[in-house]
Nanobody
Framework: QVHLVESGGGLVHPGGSLRLSCSTS????????MGWFRQAPGKEREGISC????????YYADSVKGRFTISRDNAKNTVYLQMHNLKPEDTAVYYC????????????????WGQGTQVTVSS
């Protein structure tokens, strides 16, 4: 069975850093697109960063570009999201997801999801 489990969320101060991890099993990480999404209260789920294994391309939403970095360790079956200079507007539940191809970094393209981890940026 496919499993994705996020970890690393929590409460951080504005300007701080945090690294989220997504441990995966049940599929070959090096042959799938992986994405990070977030959903704030009252807002739709949005794609913030995605990575395609087919060509190694990455995508970042404008809101996080230059602050967040997606990476993967295929040997450890783990995907990471390094977040710097966190802002209150980054507060959301963060999800990792997997897709066979990953044509675009939008929620409906992704088939398998983790349970989410809460990130709260506040003083």
């Amino acid at each position: 069975q496919v499993h994705l489990v996020e970890s690393g969320g929590g409460l951080v101060h504005p300007g701080g850093s945090l690294r989220l991890s997504c441990s995966t099993s049940g599929f070959s990480l090096d042959d799938h697109a992986m994405g990070w999404f977030r959903q704030a209260p009252g807002k739709e789920r949005e794609g913030i960063s995605c990575s395609r294994s087919s060509d190694g391309s990455t995508y970042y939403a404008d809101s996080v570009k230059g602050r967040f970095t997606i990476s993967r360790d295929n040997a450890k079956n783990t995907v990471y999201l390094q977040m710097h200079n966190l802002k209150p507007e980054d507060t959301a539940v963060y999800y990792c997801a997997s897709d066979e191809d990953g044509d675009s970094c939008v929620p409906y393209e992704y088939d398998y999801w983790g349970q989410g981890t809460q990130v709260t940026v506040s003083s």
